[in-house]
């Protein structure tokens, strides 16, 4: 397609806005331009037209530079290209004045506009003027969306120790599952508990795919708040709400040319999984807002813990939704049943703190180690992961032993479950408020096997709230 060809497409979907206090003038311009561009809109300064660029974007506006009938010394046009650069600085603003007001003009190029046209103006030249600013405008935008793509890139930071380690049977189906899965186009479902890996999975897989040298962008949904669920998964134009103070691309559009990492999608809501379904469809967003899609080119890779049984319900997930999003399914086993990994974990992060914070590197004693893996890990290898970190800090001698890990506690053949069976006969139990909570939050992980949102309504918490307790205690 030649570049003319290309162009002349350009103008097709174009919004072009005409302000002028000349009737005949407006209808002059939308009679030249309506057979180039998509879209033109009239204006007259005082019609509503501050209110109106609070909301609404053009490629290219056509400005006269007198308003205000008499008045020669472009004061107006002055002001509203102020104005215009200020609500939309990719723009193309195209000054509109008589022969004697060239000189006005050519300042009012130096103050941020793009061109200008006399008038009476050529038809072909105010054509080939609007082509030109449509380009300028569009290049504009293309370079501001790299700008806020890489800046929402920045907030998916990587993750410590980002390498899946384990050889359990369970673990190498795990790995089988990944290698062909990868280098296809194929949306994956990871299941599993919470802390069991699955962003790292999620990240193996896009390391794997042909997508490699595109971004990876994780976004978990259960820690967004509900509100803010459609600016950050689908963007936003600016004025779109109290706060939208400039346009943001959202994850979908930074994950363009990558993998998009939907973890924790068993949370989003039913409304929302609806929009979700057509994104992926069309390959396209709309952003909250606007009223143009956006073409997007996603590989999405979701994640849950929440069981495969309650997301065949329709009343908590759509069908056509998880038929879309797991063409291939992979679940992850809690550290719990794969044991003979706990000790390849474990000299994993130890290697990994021991050069984070330029100490030693330690070794396991053999008690230590046996007490590793004896415990149920009810946070999985994020819990192990912890508890590993706050030893390296706080350990004092050369060797782990059971005493570096006091948050490790594993009950004894017929102790009670309850949390008073800890102290000896005929001892209180210490008033220890920490141990107490952390040792309710574990087993309420545990009786919900790894469901956050099960466990935070058991704990009468909000799922934030678990968030934080959790980091707190290493869980």
Known sequence: MSDTNALNNALNDARILVIDDDPDILTAARLVLRRHVG?????????????????????????????????????DGFAWLERLRAADPAASVVLMTAFGGVAVAVEAMKRGASDFVLKPWANERLVATVMAGVSLARSRREADDLRLRHQALSATPAVDGATIVGAAPAMRRVFEVIGRAAPTNANVLVLGES??????????????????????????????????????????????????????????VA???????????????????????????????????????V?????????????TAELQREQV?????????????????PLRDRREDIAALAEHFIA??????????????????????SYRWPGNV??????????????????????????????????????????????????DLDAIERRTIAR??????????????????TRAALYRRMEKHGL
């Open 39 to 75: 879209t033109i809109d009239i204006a007259r300064a005082a019609e509503g037209l501050a209110d109106r660029l609070k909301t609404e974007r053009w490629d290219v506006v056509l400005l006269d530079m007198n308003l205000t009938q008499g008045k020669t010394d472009g004061a």
């Open 195 to 252: 802390g069991t890996g699955k962003e790292l999975v999620a990240r193996e897989i896009h390391r794997l795919s042909a997508r490699a040298n595109g971004p990876f962008v994780s976004i978990d949904l259960g820690a967004v708040s509900e509100n803010l669920f459609e600016s950050e998964l689908f963007g936003h134009r600016k004025g779109a709400f109290t706060d939208a103070r400039d346009d943001r691309p959202g994850r979908i």
């Open 255 to 293: 994950a363009s040319g990558g993998t998009l990492f939907l973890d924790e999608i068993g949370n989003l809501p039913l409304y929302l999984q609806r929009k979700l379904l057509t994104v992926l469809e069309r390959q396209e967003v709309v952003p909250v807002g606007g009223d143009r899609p």
């Open 295 to 307: 073409s997007v080119d996603i590989r999405v890779v979701s994640a849950t813990n929440v069981p």
């Open 317 to 333: 997930f759509r069908q056509d939704l998880l038929y879309r999003i797991n063409t291939v399914e992979l679940t992850l086993s």
């Open 352 to 373: 990994i703190y021991a050069r984070k914070y330029n100490v030693a590197r330690r070794r396991l004693s053999g008690e230590a180690l046996a007490l590793l893996e």
């Open 382 to 431: 994020r819990e192990l992961k912890h508890a590993i970190e706050r030893a390296t800090i706080l350990a004092a001698g050369d060797r782990f032993e059971p005493g570096d890990f006091p948050a490790v506690t594993v009950p004894t053949a017929g102790a009670a479950a309850s949390p008073a069976a800890a102290a000896s006969p005929g001892e209180a139990e210490p008033y």
């Open 444 to 461: 309420a992980l545990a009786d919900h096997t790894g469901n956050i949102s099960r466990a935070a309504s058991a704990l009468g918490l």
